[in-house]
DNA sequence: TTAAACTTTCAGTAATTATTGAAAGTTTAT
DNA sequence: ATAAACTTTCAATAATTACTGAAAGTTTAA
């Protein structure tokens, strides 16, 4: 296969992957172009290699920047802004899952918390019913929460050297 | 708290949380709704209780059956479908980690495969960070499919008893 | 200061995704 | 066979989400 048309391929795949787990399109793809570039580059080049818009380049930018995944680099000389992505795949997933746990683990875990004590006859079907959910989600997403941690504060070899002997 | 201002808030928060992962966030409030109801629910009372089309109930049921966390439940003597889901909790997860495994993780596997071996000057910046990229995803894609099948083979305590082992 | 070089914002618009509802399809009982 | 009771489909429409581009804002150099 020819590089271009590598290229191509894989900035849609990572677009696409993106899109099917909520992430804007645009987002992944500037993602998957800067993980790929050997320098730093500017909105302008970003913008042109996927034909968007100034805005909406300069929007996706500042949100991969927000995900902690790209960062501004400063040409001494040169005016302009430059990013560059996190290269280390595993810093990375790191980074997303972070992100994420904070954004939408962490709000569920205070409305389960919430939903523990309700008010009513428990003995009713349904209140017997939704309280039995509420606990079972509780305990998974508690272990969940202490799972991910672990994964965030040890290292990859750490971490898969376990699963793999758990493997074996 | 009183019960159904608890459940109004349950199916909202899984309806929120799922559209979020790139899931309709009907489907998910359906889910939600069957998860803590007692008994098996008709079309009918999925789409009284949120409000929604005959249609769009239809084909948000279908889905999840689809997802193979709910299933068609015959009443004998009556001709309407009723529909139940998976109420434990570690087994809905399994299934939602196998589909989107299955959906997701499959083809970029396969494409960065395609991609591993491409054409043109080896010694170019460009192509050394490519081929450098797509050696890191390939390899971390596959150990995280040997952790998620080992997930997805292994019951919830041995997993856990292992990462608690881990943490402390 | 001034103005050039750049970045950010956001109202309007476009693109995408989800929903409705009525018609078509299917199954069951008689 | 017929019709009642139910489910499925899908074209039209609505709702949501993303994008554009020009104007406003900011920084730097002289």
Do not use: C
Request: aromatic share 8%; glycine share 4%.
């Amino acid at each position: 296969m020819e590089f271009n048309e590598a290229k191509a391929q894989f900035i849609q795949t990572w677009g696409k992957l993106g899109s099917e787990w909520g992430i804007n399109r645009t987002m992944a793809q500037v993602h998957a172009i800067l993980l790929i570039s050997p320098k730093a580059m500017s909105a302008e080049e970003i913008m042109a290699e996927l034909s968007i818009s100034r805005g909406n380049a300069n929007m996706n930018i500042r949100d991969l920047i927000n995900w902690n995944l790209v960062h501004k680099e400063l040409v001494p000389g040169d005016r302009k802004e430059y990013f560059t992505a996190e290269k280390d795949i595993w810093e990375v997933a790191r980074r997303i899952i972070k992100e994420r746990k904070k954004r939408e683990m962490e709000p569920v875990l205070k409305v389960i918390n919430q939903l523990k004590t309700i008010e009513g006859d428990q003995q009713s079907a349904e209140i017997k019913e939704f309280t039995s959910m509420i606990n079972q989600l509780d305990s998974f997403v508690g272990k969940m929460d202490k799972s991910v941690n672990l994964l965030l504060n040890e290292n990859e070899n750490k971490l898969f050297s376990i699963l793999f002997k758990l493997m074996s």
